[in-house]
């Protein structure tokens, strides 16, 4: 089953606004990430951020992360047409082989 | 640097036929594997992951296996497949656990299953 939710499941802006997306989980977590997929691609790694890390900055990504709510959210500033993608939160809860739980992901489309 | 290949990039297959799709990662050593498929508009459900030459788990049962013949190729199999074999399926690695479990993906296979 899915640990990770993002909300919402899809997000229309214009360019140069601000997208957020929020993403929760059940279950304690060693650290969580982001991640971006254009369609019919790979994904790219964005962001990590730790469990005892409550926000961190990247360019124009900034995630926040509260354990005690079990919430992480994503937010892109001044967004350009290119962020158009899909992004997922993963949590890596500390098992064996490191392994990912993926949320169902958030459609942004950025309209220039 | 490090870079994962996986082919083919689209493949059609009738019903019942095997599959055989391949991973190959270069640029480490001993990395961990993983086997992903993804629908149409959804999230990545794991198959398999792999932490060594031969070692294999299963995430969720189905009509698929894995190997790892080598340390740095993971090959994706199905004797006969399904309808319901048909998405995205996607190879990603990663090195722990200095790697702090973050996962790098290959371009991914379109199967298509009819």
């Known amino acids: 089953s899915q640990q990770g939710e993002e909300d919402p499941q899809a997000l229309s802006i214009q360019e140069g606004e601000n997208a957020t997306m929020n993403c929760s989980y059940k279950?304690?977590?060693?650290?969580l990430q982001w991640y971006r997929q254009n369609s019919g691609r790979g994904l790219v790694h964005l962001i990590l951020?730790?469990?005892?890390?409550r926000e961190k900055h990247s360019g124009r990504l900034r995630v926040t992360l509260d354990t005690s709510k079990k919430s992480s959210s994503l937010l892109i500033t001044a967004s350009r047409a290119a962020d158009t993608a899909s992004y997922f939160c993963?949590?890596?809860?500390?098992?064996?082989?490191?392994?990912?739980?993926f949320g169902g992901g958030t459609r942004l489309m950025v309209k220039p | 640097s490090q870079t994962i290949h996986q082919w083919p990039a689209t493949l059609v297959q009738p019903v019942g036929s095997p599959l055989s799709l391949e991973c190959t990662v270069e640029?480490?050593?001993?990395?961990?594997l993983y086997w992903y498929r993804q629908a149409a508009g959804r999230g990545l459900q794991l198959l398999f992951y792999?932490?060594?030459?031969?070692?294999i788990s299963s995430e969720v049962p189905q009509n698929l296996s894995a190997s790892r013949p080598q340390d740095r190729q993971f090959i994706l199999s199905s004797k006969k497949l399904l309808l319901s074999d048909s998405g995205f399926y996607l190879c990603?690695?990663?090195?722990?656990?200095?790697?702090?479990?973050?996962?790098?993906f290959g371009a991914g296979t379109r199967l298509s299953v009819l």
């Open positions: 990603a690695w990663s090195v722990p656990p200095e790697g702090e479990g973050i996962q790098y």
């Open positions: 279950t304690s977590i060693n650290n």
């Open positions: 951020i730790r469990s005892n890390e």
């Open positions: 993963a949590t890596d809860a500390n098992n064996a082989g490191n392994m990912l739980t």
């Open positions: 640029g480490t050593s001993n990395p961990n």
């Open positions: 792999s932490v060594g030459i031969g070692q």
